[in-house]
């Protein structure tokens, strides 16, 4: 197994310690994100604005705080990157569409208000796929410029993956925080569906729409994730499973479920070597690996899941119906094909289709449940192998859209690597219990890392 090291990446989790300690301040932690960004960002093309004096300013306070001993929370001085289709109040708000050119909702996003309210430092606004589902943008992979970072959330991957930032905010509907973190070598997660608060963020699915979090360790992610549920919960949701400054205690997991499902029938050889190599250092540190070959539950668990995951696409074209065929009606082609594509596949749906496919997904995440009974999760591929050629095509979402389908938490972990570059390890879990998950992943990583 050929391990991703990124010697990019910079950690606001690791530089805590010395904040408090007075080795190193949050302006200078800053001063030295904003230095990466003025250096790789004319090729990586990560944002589509940065606020240097807001910054600052925010960074200067941070400063004041750590020197006081009175830092307001664990994100206090952490510099965050926004993807731009969730709402900030001092900086447009876009959409990477003519149609949003220059627009500004006025207000914070519930996300951006609480990372705010602990102190965290809003740097700028990352590029992303039109309405995070439609044509790309011009972000560029940042280890090689002639592939693409992934997508949607492709400039916030890109700029944790370039060193630009510690952390950042992404979302996923199917493949949108996950693919674009394994492509450019970082973290991601994907929490449980509702898990935070989506006031602010431009909606697609209102059963599908995730927020997600990309970072240079599984230790910046959390604290970002802890600040946003503690910080502004969502409206009758229980908060983060075992939020706080620190990532929940490694747990070896006595045994996980490999996954195959129909992504593997895209893979090269050289990444299902990697992942096999995976695979076989976890059964020799002791985890049981269970799949299809082993138990028949699991296989008829994944027979369902690749017999009904495209209807997964059909409930996010239902539900987007508002608000974008009243953007197609006003704009015209100014909204991309893919969208006019999706309204139309809406409208030739019945409700009765629409209950049928619900129907499905809420007995799916019932079997998934049922099926993970005595195991710590389910492990796959995060993506179809590294990052592909081109900028149009963002990557096959067929590793991914399952855990966004039955909205269960997941992380995508930056371990493997082929022809120097990186890919991910996904982990799944059960429902709510993100924090469970995380204590695998923090084992997963110690040991594979």
């Not at 990477?96 to 207000?107: L, M, R, Y």
């Not at 970072?215 to 992610?221: E, I, Q, R, S």
């Not at 995951?309 to 987007?320: S, W």
């Not at 749906?349 to 809420?362: H, I, Q, S």
């Amino acid at each position: 197994m050929q391990t991703w090291r990124n010697s990019n990446v910079i950690s606001f989790d690791r530089s805590v310690a010395d904040f408090k300690a007075g080795r190193d301040t949050p302006r200078d932690f800053l001063e030295r994100c904003l230095d990466v960004i003025e250096r790789r960002d004319k090729a990586v093309q990560a944002f589509v604005i940065v606020n240097k004096e807001g910054a600052r300013q925010a960074a200067d306070a941070a400063t004041m705080r750590y020197k006081s001993g009175a830092p307001l929370s664990p994100v206090d001085g952490c510099p965050v990157a926004i993807k731009d289709i969730i709402s900030t109040a001092d900086m447009p708000t876009q959409m990477n569409s003519p149609a949003f050119k220059g627009w500004q909702s006025g207000q914070d996003a519930a996300c951006v208000a609480a990372l705010r309210k602990g102190g965290a430092i809003i740097i700028g606004k990352t590029v992303t796929t039109e309405f995070a589902i439609g044509y790309s943008g011009p972000t560029t992979n940042p280890f090689d410029v002639t592939r693409t970072p992934g997508g949607s959330s492709s400039g916030t991957a890109a700029s944790v993956g370039a060193g630009m930032v510690p952390a950042g905010l992404g979302t996923q509907t199917q493949a949108s925080t996950l693919r674009p973190a394994s492509y450019c070598g970082a973290v991601g997660y994907k929490p449980s569906l509702g898990q935070f608060h989506l006031g602010g963020v431009h909606p697609l699915s209102a059963t599908a729409d995730h927020l997600g979090i990309i970072g240079a360790t599984l230790g910046d992610v959390w604290r970002v994730a802890s600040q946003i549920s503690l910080g502004m919960g969502n409206p009758g949701s229980r908060f983060l499973q075992g939020a706080g400054s620190a990532m929940p205690v490694a747990k070896k997991p006595r045994k996980l479920i490999r996954l195959y499902t129909r992504g593997w029938s895209e893979i090269d050889k050289d990444t299902a070597s990697q992942f096999e190599a995976a695979i076989e250092a976890l059964a020799a540190s002791g985890v049981e690996i269970a799949s299809r070959d082993t138990e028949p539950r699991i296989a008829a668990l994944e027979n369902l899941l690749m017999a009904d995951v495209d209807g997964a696409l059909d409930i996010i074209a239902y539900e987007l119906r508002w608000p974008f065929e009243g953007y197609i009606a006003r704009h015209g082609k100014v909204i991309g094909e893919r969208l006019h594509g999706l309204v139309q596949r809406a409208n030739e749906m019945t409700p009765a289709d629409y209950e049928r496919l619900l129907d499905t997904r809420v007995a799916m995440r019932r079997l998934w449940r049922e099926t993970m009974d005595g195991a710590d999760g389910y492990i796959t591929l995060a993506s179809s192998g590294p990052a592909i050629k081109g900028l149009d095509y963002t990557g096959s979402r067929t590793f991914l859209v399952y855990g966004s389908w039955l909205g269960v938490p997941a992380f995508s972990l930056p371990l493997l690597q082929s022809n120097g570059l990186p890919f991910g390890l996904q982990l799944l879990g059960a429902p709510d219990a993100d924090g469970a998950l995380a204590g695998v992943a923090n084992w997963v990583t110690n040991a594979l890392g």
